[in-house]
């Protein structure tokens, strides 16, 4: 943890470095692809010693996989292996090495290195096999037209503001930031014919980087103070079991989980300040005209402690790795989407039991907090007062059931995890499956694309908003964002 605190602060100096001298201005972006790479490969040598080399071992293979396989079915084979690779390795260091301990936990970047892997797998195949008209909007405006080099693979992959934490990021977005396209826009008219480019002054990210510094302290601060203070494991506690009453064991539930939250807020509030400072992650300007540096943002702290739905939760809760799920499997699945990104998520999470518990019992969550919001809301959102009362009540259910789900991931094993739903008598389970046999969920109707026939388990908010100012072509992602649909459109069929 302290190799990780250290090489984080390092690589916070090294991005203000990066953006300070140089800067896409002032040096090519070879330089730029090269030195992102090789403080990436240094960063995580002295944090893991020998063991990143699985990260060059894993990126290596997914590109010769790319070249040999091509790009019809290159998405498949890379999936596969990535995916395996990754969970070899996350099998090696649980049961052989070192179960429950997250000390040099190197299978950590490859989790984000694997997401990459995956994402550019299938914006290649999107952009170099399939037919435009088959591709979604954000599918089109994500596609990747041509290979990247191998310079290119290994900078996204193992940049040094992302490779220990993350957050993910689409590749057209990182090249564009490396080749120092974020702040342009191109608008074609209306024939098509005449082309008008648009540059604007490289926005300061200092105040973006500063405020979440301060996050990231008041973050740590209440870690290091209160989380030690309410273990998660005091739930299963026997003597606590068996004299306090219901609602006392159902607030030590929600705040004892809630204590647990601000280290994952610690750690990617830094991720996002590291990248901040080299000057990634700009998505545009405000209504009032103020910089949004939210690009690659992986949580909302207030909406996430004040969301009054499952739905809203995850909306908010790490984000790039929702947005993953939703593009590599939710669109693409077949058949039961939703229980398949779930088992994705299980799967890439880890090999704990815990893990797999935990992401069983969210799809049940899932589908009951969908179907009573769907059948129920409507019924208490016409008087202000009513509302209110019902936020209230929606909250409270929403944190104690998120809580609820979440216990078996942090205390990993099935004996524990058993222990803590049987000593519910496993309430929320046996109330998600009633209002599942109650209340009917709403279907719409399937469409042209089979991946639009149910709606996505995070907001559909969230979803527009990143199609329309985060997943659209990188050019435009960063600046005029009310043009941003329609230049996305534009560079796809110019591509």
Request: aromatic letters at 16%.
């Amino acid at each position: 943890q302290v190799n990780f605190v250290v090489c984080q602060l390092f690589a916070l100096l090294a991005a203000i470095w990066f953006r300070t001298y140089l800067h896409s201005s002032k040096t090519s972006p070879f330089i730029r692809h090269v030195v992102a790479t090789l403080l990436g490969l240094y960063l995580a040598l002295f944090c893991f010693g020998w063991y990143a080399l699985h990260f060059v071992i894993q990126s290596g293979i997914s590109y010769y996989i790319m070249i040999i396989i091509g790009v019809e079915n290159m998405h498949k084979y890379c999936f596969v292996f990535a995916l395996g690779y990754l969970t070899v390795c996350q099998i090696t260091r649980v049961y052989i090495f070192d179960y429950g301990q997250y000390s040099a936990d190197f299978s950590g970047p490859m989790m984000i290195i694997t997401q990459k892997i995956t994402s550019l797998a299938f914006e290649i195949h999107d952009g170099m096999f399939r037919k435009n008209e088959d591709l979604t909007p954000s599918q089109r405006c994500l596609a990747v037209r041509r290979m990247p080099s191998l310079l290119e693979y290994l900078s996204y992959n193992c940049n040094f503001m992302g490779i220990l934490a993350g957050p993910l990021c689409s590749y057209k977005d990182y090249i564009t930031f490396i080749e120092g396209r974020s702040y342009q826009l191109q608008q074609s008219e209306a024939n098509g014919k005449e082309e008008t480019k648009y540059e604007q002054t490289d926005p300061s990210p200092n105040i973006a980087v500063a405020q979440k510094l301060l996050i990231c302290g008041l973050s740590l601060l209440f870690h290091m103070t209160i989380t030690k203070t309410l273990p998660v494991e005091y739930n299963i506690d026997d003597n606590f079991r068996a004299t306090a009453s219901w609602p006392v064991r159902f607030f030590y539930l929600y705040v004892s989980l809630m204590a647990a939250r601000p280290k994952y807020y610690f750690a990617w509030t830094l991720a996002d300040a590291i990248n901040n400072a080299a000057g990634f992650g700009f998505r545009g300007y405000d209504k009032n005209g103020g910089a949004r540096w939210d690009l690659i943002s992986n949580l909302r702290i207030q909406q996430i402690e004040f969301s009054t739905s499952f739905k809203m939760f995850l909306d908010n809760w790490n984000i790039q790795t929702a947005l993953w799920l939703k593009r590599v499997c939710y669109e693409r699945a077949t058949f039961s989407p939703t229980i398949q990104t779930f088992i994705l998520s299980a799967i890439w999470h880890g090999v704990y039991p815990g893990y797999y518990l935990t992401f069983l019992t969210g799809v049940l969550m899932t589908l009951a907090a969908r179907a009573i919001r769907n059948n129920i809301r409507h019924y208490f959102v016409e008087s202000p007062a009513v509302k209110l009362c019902y936020d209230i009540i929606t909250w409270m259910a929403t944190q104690v059931a998120i809580s609820y789900t979440v216990v078996p991931f942090v205390l990993l094993s099935v004996k524990p995890s058993f222990t803590f739903y049987s000593s519910c008598y496993f309430c929320l389970h046996i109330a998600s499956i009633l209002v599942l046999l109650v209340f009917p969920l709403k279907r719409t109707q399937k469409g042209s694309k089979k991946h639009e026939s149910i709606q996505p388990v995070w907001s559909k908010k969230l979803e527009e908003e990143n199609l329309l100012q985060k997943n659209s072509y990188s050019t435009t992602n960063n600046s005029f964002s009310q043009k941003q649909e329609i230049t996305c459109r534009y560079q796809a069929l110019k591509q």
